[in-house]
């Protein structure tokens, strides 16, 4: 995890731990050195890096709704185009996490954008 500086006074960021997490309080305690030059109460802005296991991404504009779900339009071994039903996972930054229950995903598969 990163803390960047909420304040001009921190030029550097500052990597940190999880201490404890308090779901009903909805506040994370994070554990950081001693000489990271923050105070208790000050105000930082947090970037999480959580592992994830293998898992299949893709440009979030290749998805497709239809009336029977979301999907991903593929090109198969002999060149023609394929509808394949994805189930979404997380997003950000553009890009969005498929849940392939048909199998046919892997990667490296050719993904057709609109």
Known sequence: MTIEPATADL???VVGVIASIDV????????VPDDAGLAIGDRVEVTLALPTPD???VAAEA??????GDFVVIVDDSGRWV????????????V?????DSGRLAPGT???LP
């Open 110 to 112: 050719a993904v057709v």
């Open 24 to 31: 009903d309080a909805a506040t994370v305690t994070i554990e």
């Open 55 to 57: 898992v299949l991404r």
């Open 96 to 100: 969005v996490e498929l849940i392939d």
């Open 83 to 94: 509808d394949v039903d994805v189930t979404i996972g997380a997003r950000g930054g553009g």
């Open 11 to 13: 030029v550097e960021p």
């Open 63 to 68: 998805i497709r709704s239809g009336v029977g």
